[in-house]
Structure formats: C-alpha cells, structure tokens
C-alpha cells in the first residue's frame, strides 16, 4: 500500500472523521459549523481536521477570519479504485463458487432422480446377480 493510501485508509478508519467527510459531501463549511454536532472541543476538532487534510482528503482555506473546509475526493478515488481490482477479484472468484455450487446441485439432483426409481429388493437383486440374469 502506498503512503498516501495508508495514510487515506488511517483517516477513514475513525468514525468522526468519517462523518467530517459526511458533511462536506454536501458542501463547502466552516470549522466551527463541522464542530457542532461533536461532543468535544474545537481543538480535538480541529486535530481530526490536520489528520483528513495531511491524507489529502479535505482542504482548508483562508477566507477573512474563516477557515472553510471543502472535501477533495481525489484521496477518495485513489481509495476506491485500490478497492475496485479487490472487489473484481472477489466477484470473480465468488462466480466460480457459484457455477461450481450449481453443478454441484445438479449432481445431487441427478443422483435423486435416480434414487426416486423403484429398486428391486435386496434379495432379489442378489439373487440375480448370482444366477448372472438382471431384469
């Protein structure tokens, strides 16, 4: 994995930091309005503010006193398209399970059509096969 995925996939794996980039999904805001639904200080904030920016998943720029937050995705593309050859991968072998499960299937479903048939008695299938003559 590379640095700058490592340091995405660290950034992504907290809760709060993940619903950070929630909000900024839906728009550009400040500090202070990303603050408000925690239950912590601003400087706690503001830390998992440094770890998002310093894995490239959000920028911060100067406007007056205000400091807004706006989402980058491409760390969040990057991410994804690691994802992708995985999930292609899984799909692939998961298809094979399945065509193998329905072979498997209807192996068994052979085999319980034949054993629905009516069978001679033990006895007289011995019998028969003593005397050399099957009917």
């Not at 907290?14 to 639904?37: F, M, N, W």
């Not at 980058?72 to 072998?93: G, M, V």
Request: net charge positive; glycine share 2%; proline share 4%.
């Amino acid at each position: 994995m590379s640095d700058r995925l490592s340091s995405t996939f660290a950034a992504l794996a907290d809760p709060t930091r993940r619903a950070i980039l929630a909000r900024l999904a839906l728009g550009e805001t400040s500090v202070l309005k990303l603050a408000e639904p925690f239950d912590m200080s601003l400087p706690a904030v503001s830390k998992h503010l440094k770890v998002l920016e310093r894995a490239g998943l959000i920028t911060r720029t100067r406007d007056a006193q205000m400091r807004p937050c706006r989402i980058d995705a491409r760390a969040l593309k990057e991410a994804d398209e690691w994802l992708e050859e995985y999930r292609r991968l899984w799909e692939e072998r998961l298809d094979r399970l399945d065509d193998y499960l329905r072979v498997l299937q209807a192996q068994d479903q052979d085999k319980q059509d034949t054993d629905d048939q009516p069978r001679k008695p033990h006895k007289q299938r011995k019998r028969e096969k003593h005397r050399g003559t099957k009917k």
